[in-house]
């Protein structure tokens, strides 16, 4: 196929290891469907500093640059992680597609193979996610946490093979499916079930943006990558986000869960055929910055979950317990 405009599909992404190698698999399947695409890296903000993703003001530090490319006409498409994205619309610009998700769970690399469980005390362990912070002094109040920034490599580095300057670190806490995307899997030691352990709104999640006055046939291709599960999940997994006012600075945790604890909604390589899953369930935590307390609240997917989990939360004192932006 050949695109009427400009005659092949020019697509940006950040330009770090991870964005490229999940924006290039994304659209092998375009490619493969005879358009030509070009794959247009951008250098963002947020990859112009080691400061912490908090410190930057979380949401959007990502997304900025992107998106003032696509409304230049520099591409005419941009691929984020949907995590990335701040939760009010931006004008001019549409999500066209949220492709099927990739594993939502955290996942920890260990120096010694060891899980989370068997760390020893005092064991240091390194996140940039206050979440994640929380969760591990939940689980275990006996390690020590260190904020850390970089990306993939980095990060595992301080881990499996610290240079001279690296400060080691015994583990790591990253999303599973950053990993899975740079052919890093085998590095990790354990994954954290979504049930105990509710990840960022969208994580395991690509959106593809366009403008919203985009030629019928770039509409059209992007479009066929959209997925309607996916599509469901990470809305509604948004708008708790929306409706909170939390940003990257909260410790929040949010899923879609199947009903069993413990289970993901349509895991990769799941052995339960779809049909077989329990009726999904919308799942939301917050967590005190330091993992002491916390408050949880679910509702079965659907229209209004988001708002029910959060009329909940709110109700048991989330805004009192976080950083939340709604109520203060």
Not at 56 to 68: A, D, K, S
Not at 173 to 201: H, I, Q, S
Not at 272 to 301: C, F, H, K
């Amino acid at each position: 196929m050949t695109l009427r405009v400009g005659g092949r599909l020019r697509v940006g992404t950040r330009g770090s290891a991870l964005a490229l190698a999940q924006c290039t698999a994304l659209l092998a399947g375009v490619r493969a469907g005879g358009v030509e695409v070009e794959v247009v890296p951008i250098v963002s903000a947020g990859d112009r500093t080691t400061a912490s993703l908090a410190s930057l003001g979380g949401t959007g530090v990502f997304v900025t640059t992107l998106r003032e490319a696509l409304l230049t006409g520099e591409v005419d498409a941009i691929v984020h992680s949907c995590k990335d994205l701040p939760t009010a619309p931006h004008a001019g610009i549409e999500l066209a597609a949220l492709p099927r998700r990739a594993d939502a769970r955290d996942a920890l690399v260990t120096a010694t193979g060891a899980g989370l469980a068997d760390l020893p005390a005092g064991a240091v362990v390194g996140t940039g996610s206050p979440r994640r912070r929380a969760q591990v002094l939940r689980a275990r109040p006996d390690l020590v946490v260190r904020d850390i920034r970089g990306n993939v490599d980095t990060r595992l580095r301080r881990v499996l093979a610290p240079r001279g300057d690296d400060e080691p670190l015994d583990a790591v806490v990253l999303a599973g499916a950053g990993l899975d995307r740079l052919g890093r899997g085998e590095v990790v030691t354990e994954r954290f079930a979504l049930d105990a352990w509710p990840t960022a709104p969208a994580q395991g999640v690509l959106a593809v943006e366009i403008r919203d006055d985009a030629a019928a046939d770039v509409r059209d291709v992007v479009g066929e990558l959209d997925d309607a599960e996916a599509r469901a999940a990470a809305t509604a997994e948004r708008e708790v986000l929306r409706l909170l006012e939390a940003g990257c600075a909260a410790p929040l945790g949010v899923a879609v869960v199947d009903g069993r604890p413990d289970r993901p909604v349509g895991p990769p390589g799941s052995t339960r055929p779809t049909a077989e899953l329990d009726p999904p369930v919308l799942l939301a935590r917050v967590y005190a910055l330091d993992g002491t307390a916390m408050i949880d609240a679910r509702a079965p997917l659907g229209p209004g979950s988001a708002r029910a989990v959060v009329e909940e939360l709110l109700a048991a004192g989330a805004a009192d317990l976080a950083p939340l932006g709604v109520g203060r």
